[in-house]
């Protein structure tokens, strides 16, 4: 248990869809991050929010639309997605952004896109 | 460019053996480094971090050293175990402009371990 918990864990959908992921922790961070992670390739940094205030957007497309209401929870809203998407998207928390301090990531939710 | 990167893709090491994994990193400015172990199925989870006042940490069963001449970091494994088969990451804490700080991850090592 890493107290953060992503859902769903598999998503699978279609290119004219929307979905929705979402993410939430337990560990009284204020800080929580979106990244994405493909075969082969390091971990990339998507968006970044500090006390429910976006402060990093890592020219993200704008398929990809964040939402953070508080600072348990994050979401990502999903439409209109391409294939190269396909990937393993993380969810991370700190206590704050930025700074010397351990990202806590959950377990992915792992995306297809037909 | 900046980058952190690892000089092995896969490294298998008997059980019971003691396992290095390495990393580069050519930022000479990062002052905070963490590595991650990230099994089959999960997210990558924190062993352990060191800042570069430090050039040795120590957790249980793992070491980092931190080697700030030639820009190396290295995790070392004692008595590796069947259950420490994984892919391990460093990563960086990088300035990224602005006042703000990323982390930059390093592509990965998998260490299998031979039971």
């Known amino acids: 248990e890493t107290g953060v918990t992503q859902t769903p864990r598999h998503l699978v959908m279609g290119m004219t869809n929307k979905k929705s992921l979402k993410c939430e922790q337990h560990l009284g961070h204020n800080a929580m991050y979106w990244y994405k992670q493909s075969a082969k390739k390091p971990l990339e940094l998507m968006f970044v929010?500090?006390?429910?205030?976006?402060?990093e957007n890592n020219s993200v497309p704008s398929r990809f639309s964040p939402e953070c209401p508080n600072s348990s929870h994050l979401f990502l809203h999903l439409h209109t997605l391409q294939p190269e998407d396909s990937a393993l998207y993380l969810c991370?928390?700190?206590?704050?952004?930025?700074?010397?301090?351990?990202?806590?990531f959950g377990d992915g939710t792992r995306l297809s896109i037909l | 460019g900046e980058s952190v990167g690892l000089h092995l893709p896969t490294l298998s090491v008997q059980e019971g053996d003691n396992s290095i994994i390495n990393c580069a990193y050519s930022?000479?400015?990062?002052?905070?480094f963490i590595w991650y172990k990230q099994e089959s199925g999960k997210g990558p989870q924190f062993i352990i971090d060191i800042r570069s006042n430090m050039d040795k940490r120590q957790g249980q069963r793992v070491t980092v050293l931190l080697n700030k001449t030639v820009k190396h970091l290295s995790l070392q494994i004692a008595a590796t175990q069947p259950g420490d088969s994984a892919v391990y990451f460093c990563a960086e804490n990088q300035y990224s402009g602005a006042g703000s700080y990323q982390l930059t991850f390093g592509k990965g090592t998998k260490l299998s371990v031979i039971p």
């Open positions: 991370a928390s700190s206590p704050q952004s930025g700074g010397d301090q351990p990202q806590h």
């Open positions: 929010y500090n006390f429910k205030e976006q402060t």
């Open positions: 930022n000479s400015a990062s002052d905070y």
